[in-house]
């Protein structure tokens, strides 16, 4: 090898050495002045061989440009969120739901683990570099970061040799936070340059990481902590989280010291009153304890309910409390008429956030508070996220204190409003015609989940809809750039990026569809269920309610709202609206059995498998598109796979369906197939 290579390697092995002593390990063991000297050397070696520099190089860290905006990453699998439980009630609720799920009257073990009040980010290593980084953003889509991830010196830039081989594809997944020091620095060091101070280290930490320019994020004093894994693709991982997190802890990554398997209820309750002792030791920000089936063959048996997993619970700490004032008490409405009273209050700060507004929810919470006007009240965040009433101090109310009187009509269209029996809830009865209830409606049908239209923010429906320029979903698609352009701060780009939007908008999905038509107790699983059954709209219009109530999870009540919401005239014409020629709505129509068969769909009922990298279509597309033709997509390989399409990088998933003479296909032969299809 050359000595030039040879100097440059060994100079890189001995500041990543360094660096995971110092920011993972806490345990320098070289003077900063000597550290500081090795850099130069290092970086003076490649300035003068810039063919030699490489992305994994301790002097990359710094170095990208400024960015104008944050590109795009789809999250092969998804990041999903936890449920939460506050109590011993409902941790052991919890374990009870996965016991009698799987069958099992014996105590399970879990890996318990710190709940830190961070950034949620992926990180992808390719043959052990580190490639790319995003955050959770929606869970299916996230914003590259890359850039500034790489700032943060307790991230490995190349993970090193450890108990097992490396996965060719690696996605590791963990927390972004700063600790309690790092945190008093930057706002001392902004006080003194007469800077902006941040209220708490997650606002400090989720502000460091989102700057468009990483210069900034590495003077901030992030750190990161592991807690689980994403896409694995070329490679195993053990079948214990626990004993993945200690294979990750080998490759240099870094995981809590605080993190335990426990067996049985009363082991991780103990684990979690030990945490919540110690809590104001650990030198950062956590807001619980998340607590995991350990076994991951178990947890692949519980699988996922909507955004999370049944296999985890994030059990929060007791919330901090705080005393305020009640100025007042306004009413708002929302998408399906609810008028919820909220609470007006005197700023005061809560677990690091400024409070001013909490939700009342409706008249029986306020009874049950006995709350009025004026009176002093004790305020949390439910969650350490959500502001929240808990009690009146009786002993402080003042003497001009007046009692909540509800409206006896809509306060924004002035239409009669009623209260349903069985329900706690007032609500407008005008619909749509209301622009409280248009507005929201809206919204939600512009949605990430639903339609997706990008850049149709808040901002524009309010002032569409003030301005009496859109009524229905339908009138947003015959919006015209001169009309765009009268709206604030809308130039002629930004408009056509609209109406490019909108038409893209055009091409959904069933499901996306439904969701996005707001029909009350319909969520994003809700609305797949009902695509997956009826297949098609007219369908689901005809289904009666016992049709409906045979749709896997969903109840009479739901049935109740779907059956109702298509026997409404106003609702059908805004469906046949947006399905109507002028606007053409439209999504991917499932094949059946028998048409299938007469078009040689090779797709028709059979369960598939997408592994590895594609390039022409997200995986999501792929995945959709694919579903439209009566195929399954599943995320793993069995004896009951018909098919695999492996892209780019496929890896156990491929090796397996090898082993099983499972036919497979690559991206192109897929694409060749889909074209084929009507």
């Not at 050495?17 to 320098?28: A, F, G, T, W």
């Not at 963990?174 to 606002?203: H, I, S």
């Not at 850049?455 to 015209?480: H, N, Y």
């Not at 045979?550 to 609206?577: C, M, S, T, Y």
Request: proline content about 5%; some cysteine; charged content about 25%.
């Amino acid at each position: 090898m050359d000595p030039i290579d040879v100097k440059i390697n060994a100079l890189r092995a001995t500041l990543r050495h360094h660096e995971h002593q110092y920011y993972v390990l806490d345990d320098p063991q070289l003077p900063d002045a000597e550290y500081d000297k090795l850099m130069a050397e290092l970086r003076q070696l490649e300035t003068d061989n810039p063919e030699r520099i490489t992305p994994d190089s301790p002097t990359q860290r710094v170095g990208g440009m400024a960015l104008t905006a944050f590109g795009e990453v789809r999250h092969e699998v998804p990041m999903l969120s936890l449920d939460n439980v506050f109590d011993e009630a409902g941790l052991l609720a919890f374990a009870k739901r996965v016991s009698d799920r799987l069958k099992r009257d014996d105590e399970l073990t879990y890996c318990c683990e710190l709940k830190l009040d961070g950034l949620a980010v992926s990180l992808l290593y390719i043959d052990g570099q580190f490639t790319r980084a995003a955050t959770r953003g929606d869970g299916t889509t996230g914003e590259d970061i890359t850039d500034n991830v790489r700032t943060i010196r307790s991230i490995p830039l190349r993970l090193k040799p450890g108990l097992a081989p490396v996965p060719h594809q690696l996605e590791i997944r963990g927390e972004v936070f700063m600790t309690e020091d790092g945190f008093k620095r930057l706002n001392d060091d902004a006080r003194r340059q007469n800077g902006k101070l941040f209220a708490n280290p997650r606002n400090a930490a989720a502000g460091s990481l989102r700057q468009l320019d990483p210069a900034v994020t590495a003077k901030r004093p992030l750190t990161f902590f592991c807690y689980g894994v994403g896409l694995l693709e070329g490679g195993e991982l053990p079948d214990s989280h626990w004993e993945r997190l200690q294979l990750f802890k080998s490759w240099g990554m870094p995981v809590s010291e605080r993190v335990k398997r426990a067996t049985g209820s009363e082991a991780v309750l103990e684990f979690y009153r030990q945490v919540l002792a110690g809590r104001a030791q650990l030198g950062f920000d956590i807001d619980g304890v998340v607590v995991k089936v350990d076994d991951l063959a178990l947890q692949k048996r519980l699988g996922f309910v909507a955004r999370a997993p049944r296999w985890a619970i994030a059990y929060k700490f007791p919330a901090q409390e705080q005393m305020t004032r009640v100025r007042d008490v306004e009413f708002q409405v929302g998408r399906t008429g609810a008028i919820t009273p909220v609470a007006r209050l005197e700023p005061v700060l809560v677990s690091g956030a400024m409070i001013s507004n909490a939700s009342l929810h409706n008249a029986d919470e306020i009874e049950r508070l006995g709350l009025q006007i004026g009176d002093m009240v004790i305020i949390r965040r439910a969650g350490d996220v959500i502001p929240q009433i808990v009690r009146v101090v009786d002993s402080e109310r003042p003497a001009d204190a007046r009692a909540v009187v509800f409206p006896d009509c809509c306060p924004v269209c002035g239409s009669d409003v009623e209260r349903v029996e069985g329900e706690a809830v007032l609500r407008c009865t005008a619909g749509l015609v209301c622009a409280a209830q248009r507005k929201e409606a809206l919204k939600h049908f512009v949605s990430r989940r639903a339609l997706d239209v990008d850049g149709m923010g808040d901002k524009i429906i309010d002032q569409l809809v003030e301005r009496e320029v859109v009524k229905t979903p339908a009138d947003l698609f015959r919006l015209s750039r001169e009309t765009l352009t009268r709206l604030d701060r809308m130039g002629p780009k930004s408009a056509q990026n609209l109406l490019d939007a909108l038409e893209k908008a055009k091409e959904t999905t069933f499901a996306r569809f439904l969701y996005a038509l707001g029909i009350r107790e319909v969520g994003e699983a809700t609305a797949a269920n009902l695509a997956a059954e009826f297949k098609t709209l007219d369908a689901l219009i005809e289904a009666d309610e016992e049709a409906l109530v045979a749709v896997p999870d969903i109840g009479k009540v739901v049935a109740a709202h779907v059956h109702n919401f298509f026997e409404e005239r106003h609702n059908l014409d805004v469906i046949q609206d947006l399905l109507s020629h002028e606007i053409q709505l439209r999504w991917p129509q499932p094949a059946t059995s028998d048409n299938a068969a007469q078009q040689d769909n090779p797709f028709a009922g059979k369960t598939i498998v997408l592994t590895g990298s594609l390039t022409t279509l997200s995986r999501d597309e792929a995945k959709d598109r694919l579903i439209a033709l009566g195929a399954k997509v599943s995320g793993s390989v069995s004896a009951r796979t018909h098919l695999v399409i492996a892209g780019e990088a496929a890896g156990s998933k491929l090796s397996k369906a090898q082993q099983l003479n499972i036919p497979v296909i690559d991206e192109a032969e897929m694409i060749r197939l889909l074209s084929e299809q009507p």
